[in-house]
Nanobody, 124 residues
Framework: QVQLVESGGGLVQPGESLRLSCLAS????????MTWYRQSAGKEREDIAS??????????RYADSVQGRFTISRDNEKQIVYLQMNSLKPEDTARYYC???????????????WGQGIQVTVSS
């Protein structure tokens, strides 16, 4: 059974840091591109940080809105992807989601898994 379980969210003040974790199970984690999305009230879900599968180079990409402040990383042995968030701003307030994506080579079928999300609130 595929599961993605986010943790580490909460309420922080502007300028503080948080580290989100996403524990994965039920699929071949190292092969998947892992992405953190966020969605705030009244806005579309935003792709903010992604890291390609280990065998695709583990390349990280960031949205302009978080570049230089957020860092995505993964531990293939523990099957966890992290999002280190520094210098948090009120506009970072959102529900954050973990996503795993890959395409099966043999069938060309897309595999696309989502966590339930976790709330991050940045407020003084």
């Amino acid at each position: 059974q595929v599961q993605l379980v986010e943790s580490g969210g909460g309420l922080v003040q502007p300028g503080e840091s948080l580290r989100l974790s996403c524990l994965a199970s039920g699929f071949a984690f190292p092969y998947f591109r892992m992405t953190w999305y966020r969605q705030s009230a009244g806005k579309e879900r935003e792709d903010i940080a992604s890291q390609s599968g280990t065998y695709s180079g583990g390349i990280a990409r960031y949205a302009d809105s978080v570049q230089g402040r957020f860092t995505i990383s993964r531990d293939n042995e523990k099957q966890i992807v992290y999002l280190q968030m520094n210098s948090l701003k009120p506009e970072d307030t959102a529900r954050y989601y973990c996503n795993a994506w890959a395409r099966e080579i043999a069938t060309n079928k897309e595999l696309d898994y989502w966590g339930q999300g976790i709330q991050v609130t940045v407020s003084s």
